[in-house]
């Protein structure tokens, strides 16, 4: 038996994970119809607040059977690619159809043996503490950072008798009711903070179609703009540094510059765009198509990233908060390519109806957009404090928890 990091309660052991719990296990050979209708789950069906599967969608048993994770009825995903492992996704797989399912490859799948019951594991993997020792094992180039299987191999559980498992669980589960609902309020109240920047969005622009003000006029993104198609492999340069950025490092709705890393060409090994200041940085992916940058210094970055350079009289803030407008991101959701993973095309981009107002009354929505966000951030700050307050809760539940203090 071996020792572990603190004392257990009587009749509790330690094990490793790998003991417990098969670690990717081989897919069997399945006899399914092509067009059998089988659960898929990409990584953002996986909510990584509540730990659940929120949104698994259905596709045909010959789309998916190649190329993808599968698991089995009460497997537990995690999560092994940066930044979605640090946001703690991970959770049990119910209610597959046929009791199977496939999904990102981006997923740990861990099958629980008989000594150790699904809740048990999926709790042990949600908590900070794992979390951390999981990002140090991190093997990987920046932006594809991933937890070898190694670590959930070795990693020790704390394993109390199934019974006991059990109770505990049926505990934290009512400790962790308390602790959803007022998570629930709190979404409420970041919807109502989020929903207020979309009116003003709204009411800054015209809405297509209609007849713009005195003085402004309709015209196409592609003759007010250039696109800036340069790009480069920073691996032929290995020792230089680069601003990179990614976009994961940008939220959507997201109104401020996110910070670049910095980072040595050879820590991107494939292509990137290139931009500057004066540039309007569109991502072009769905389900990120309001994450829009104005960087204020140049650098390198995703090419799911659409870099746009507007002419004169255009000022870039005024057609990034364009492009965030709820009219503007429905006309792209619109006009996409691609079923996997969808993108904005980039003939329907160009040809984009853009609002044209004189500089000064740019500068004065962007000016009106930048307070009204500023009021918006500080109602979004303060339910982020309630939320790591809720965090730092969980945490301590789930510690107790697993030190059967609970």
Not at 2 to 9: C, H
Not at 255 to 260: A, C, H, R, S
Request: a positive charge; proline letters at 9%.
């Amino acid at each position: 038996m071996p020792d572990g990091p603190y004392r257990l309660p009587a009749g509790w052991r330690w094990a490793a994970l790998g003991e417990v719990c098969q670690i990717n296990p081989r897919r069997p050979r399945l006899y399914r119809d092509d067009d059998a209708r089988t659960t898929f789950v990409p990584m953002n069906a996986v909510d990584e607040v509540t730990g659940t599967i929120s949104a698994p969608q259905t596709r045909l048993y010959k789309e998916v059977r190649k190329g993808y994770t599968y698991f089995e009825e009460g497997d537990v995903l995690f999560a092994k690619i940066t930044p979605c492992m640090e946001n703690g996704k991970a959770a049990i797989a119910r209610r597959l159809l046929d009791g199977i399912g496939f999904g990102s490859t981006e997923f740990h799948v861990l099958r629980p043996h008989t000594q150790v019951i699904a809740e048990w594991v999926w709790l042990f993997v949600r908590q900070e503490s794992l979390r951390v020792a999981a990002k140090a094992s991190f093997r990987g180039g920046v932006g594809q950072q991933r937890v070898p299987q190694e670590f959930l191999e070795s990693r020790l559980i704390p394993l109390p008798p199934l019974a006991e498992q059990r109770h505990i669980v049926a505990r934290l589960e009512e400790l962790m009711a308390g602790v959803r609902e007022a998570r629930r309020l709190r979404e409420e109240a970041k919807k109502d903070a989020e929903r207020l920047m979309q009116a003003a969005l709204a009411e800054a622009f015209p809405r297509p179609g209609t007849e713009p003000p005195p003085g402004w006029r309709w015209a196409r993104l592609g003759d007010l703009c250039d696109r800036d198609a340069t790009t480069i492999r920073p691996s032929d340069s290995p020792d230089k540094e680069f601003n990179y950025l990614g976009m994961e490092q940008v939220e959507s709705g997201q109104w401020t510059e996110p910070v670049p890393a910095r980072v040595v060409g050879s820590d991107i090994k494939s292509t990137v765009i290139v931009f500057r200041p004066g540039h309007v940085l569109y991502g072009k992916l769905r389900p990120y198509l309001n994450k829009v940058v104005v960087p204020s210094r140049p650098g390198i970055g995703s090419t799911e990233f659409v870099p746009i350079l507007p002419h004169p009289p255009l000022i870039p803030e005024y057609l990034a908060a364009f492009l965030r407008t709820p009219a503007f991101v429905s006309y792209a959701k619109r006009n996409m390519t691609g079923s996997r993973q969808p993108r904005v095309r980039l003939d329907a981009l160009w040809e984009a109806l853009i609002p044209l107002s004189p500089p000064a009354e740019q500068r004065r929505i962007v000016a009106h957009l930048n307070f009204v966000h500023e009021k918006v951030s500080g109602l979004k700050e303060s339910q982020s404090n309630t939320e790591a307050e809720l965090q730092r809760l969980e945490q301590t539940i789930l510690n107790k928890a697993f030190r059967g203090e609970l």
